[in-house]
């Protein structure tokens, strides 16, 4: 038991656990903004599109009367909305970082040595190593 606990706790003490953590807590934070953002300004421009029809109230009744369930497909719209929303933000954060993450590789100043596969100077016109004459 003693070595199950040892190993949890090496695992949990990770950096990329700690992370992964962070990376939850954050993205929870941001699906909160966007659920707000959809339901609290885009589903109210959509409905002011439709001419005031309530999006997220479209719904189809399974039963009789007023205790009968709901297929709330309005709501399921606008939780795809919210998926596709952050989706599209979390591709353009990844781009971003992407791009400016990106660095150019300097030029290279060897090259291999055909015939005795070490490197030399990428200037050279014969290996210094084997002397073989190499081409231009």
Do not use: Q
Request: proline letters at 3%; one cysteine or more.
């Amino acid at each position: 038991m003693k070595k199950i606990a040892k190993e949890f706790k090496e695992f949990i003490s990770r950096g990329n656990v700690m992370d992964m953590a962070v990376g939850v807590i954050i993205g929870g934070a941001f699906t909160a903004i966007v659920t707000s953002l959809v339901n609290d300004i885009i589903m109210p421009v959509l409905s002011l599109l439709t001419g005031g029809f309530d999006f997220t109230a479209l719904c189809v009744k399974l039963g009789e009367g007023e205790e009968a369930a709901t297929l709330n497909y309005g709501a399921f719209i606008a939780a795809i909305i919210n998926f596709i929303l952050i989706a599209l933000v979390i591709f353009f954060i990844i781009k971003s970082i992407n791009k400016v993450s990106k660095k150019k590789e300097p030029e290279a100043t060897t090259k291999e040595c055909p015939y005795c596969f070490e490197k030399i100077s990428i200037k050279a016109t014969r290996c210094p190593h084997c002397t073989a004459e190499l081409d231009k």
